[in-house]
């Protein structure tokens, strides 16, 4: 299973050319001038203070922690608040979250638990980013009146460069 997700990648790596060029002034790429991620500058980015508006513009989420920070290959714990269009943060929501890699067509297989904490916050493990690609991780809030709100983080994870944060 694993081998069909490296041969993608291995794969997708010597059809696209080398994208080290045009991203060669980029913090996020290899520290000795190696090549960059596949993914290189997709996605949105993600940093510990990353806050989206939900879909429905009637929530914001922030990624008010990580550990690690920023988040790396293997299992992460995310703690994501959700504050109301007030920005009063909305507690006793109905969380869940998933997450999915779209240029490989696959989820995690390991499911994300939520728990709720004070102040509207609530952590989210694992995140399990087991492998370099362009991750999505989706998180609904269904709010006290029955409306489901969903954000996606979504950014290039390669297991052994930085993650280019949000521009
Ligand atoms: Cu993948």
Redesign the pocket.
Known sequence: MFSK?SLLLIAVTVTLPACGSDGGSEPGNGPDGTQAPVCSGAGKGIAVGLSQLGDEGLATFELVAANPAPPEQFDNTWTVKVSDSGGMPVAGAVTFADTW?PD?G?ASPKAITTTELADGEYVLEPVNLF?P?LWEITVNAELSDGTVEKTVFSFCLNGEFAITGPQ
């Open positions: 997700y890699m490989h696959h492998m690609g």
